[in-house]
């Protein structure tokens, strides 16, 4: 059996991309690490793929693209499902095929380290700076809903559709809003809960004790973050919920609670995927522009692939509030 990357890291209990790095010569990295490395991979057998080598000077014609397990599972209706239906379209028009997988927290794509492809699209905000820096060293690389500085990215104004979003309830009278999240240790979350802050702050008003609540990354965040909320003494009069998902959960459980939605309280969300109007009351929320963001994405590989710049290197698409009725208003969607 062939000895990868993978095998050498598992058994010196680092990451593979330390691993790529060292036996690279490529990026920071201390001496004796790599001296370590290097001396495993050659009491191991360690040989670069025969195919990566014929594919340093030729093209494959295969682009990858990879998200993180915990996103799955991914159809055509689901957030990045629609970004990824959107980029295998614009790349297919210029003669790419996409080659799909899925990675864990630690994971460098096979694809990549045999050079099975060109350029590689990673969805979402699930992966390491040290894994993109090291993937980058491999094949050009974009970025979907992340940045790092210095690599391509594709992202939507999170921090101005909050803003918008929460605009909207200030506008209507609330003055007590809050804000619910899965984590704040998403950047994307993280960018809405400042946009939050910023209409706050615009208005005269300052971010509530209680009033940000967080559900954690698993299946019943929803549920969580409102049990924390519901359960927290005052009750806004309205919440800003940074996806939709948590905007659902949050109606599913005012209503559990003898609560009605928007009479009680308001729910505005963001994404505008398909639950927005599965839901009853139908969801107000902040349209992404999902299928635009995939085609800017492989539009910017495409760049990076004819030996071109990806400008802007962070490029921002704008996004707009859908007003549905659960925040209070009359519908104005179709």
């Known amino acids: 059996m062939r000895v990868t990357i993978h095998d050498i890291a598992r058994l010196l209990g680092v990451s593979p991309s330390t691993v790529s790095r060292a036996l690279s010569g490529k990026g920071r990295i201390s001496p004796a690490t790599r001296e370590k490395i290097r001396r495993v991979a050659e009491e191991l057998g360690y040989r670069p793929n025969a195919l990566a080598r014929g594919l340093a000077t030729r093209r494959t014609g295969e682009v990858g693209v990879v998200i993180h397990e915990r996103h799955l599972p991914l159809d055509e209706r689901s957030f990045y499902g629609v970004i990824l239906e959107a980029i295998e379209a614009e790349l297919a028009v210029h003669g790419y095929h996409v080659l799909f997988s899925t990675m864990g927290d630690q994971f460098f794509p096979r694809c990549v380290e045999e050079r099975r492809v060109d350029g590689l699209i990673i969805l979402g905000t699930d992966v390491s700076e040290d894994l993109v820096r090291s993937l980058a ?25 909050a803003r918008l979003a929460t605009l909207h309830l200030l506008d209507h009278g609330h003055r007590e809003v809050a804000f619910v999240a899965e984590t704040l240790a998403d950047p994307s979350f ?51 919920a940074a996806n939709d998902f948590m905007a659902v959960g949050a109606i599913k459980a005012l209503t559990t609670a003898g609560l009605k939605v928007p009479q009680d309280v308001a729910v505005v969300g963001f994404d505008d995927g398909a639950l927005a109007t599965l839901v009853h009351p139908p969801l107000t929320t902040v349209r992404v522009p999902r299928v635009e963001m995939g085609r800017a994405a492989a539009r910017k590989l495409l760049a990076l692939l004819r030996g071109g710049n990806a400008h802007p290197v962070v490029e921002i698409l704008p996004t707009a509030l859908t007003v549905r009725t659960s925040c209070g208003c009359i519908s104005s969607s179709r």
């Open 190 to 240: 993280r960018a809405r809960f400042e946009g939050y802050r910023l209409a706050l702050r615009e208005r005269g008003l300052r971010v509530r004790r209680g009033f940000v609540v967080e559900g954690g990354r698993r299946s019943d965040s929803d549920q969580v973050a409102m049990a924390k909320l519901l359960g927290g003494g005052r009750l806004p009069t309205a919440i800003f």
């Open 137 to 161: 060293e491999f094949v050009p690389l974009v970025l979907v809903d992340h940045t790092f500085p210095g690599i391509p990215s594709v992202v939507s104004d999170n921090v101005g559709g």
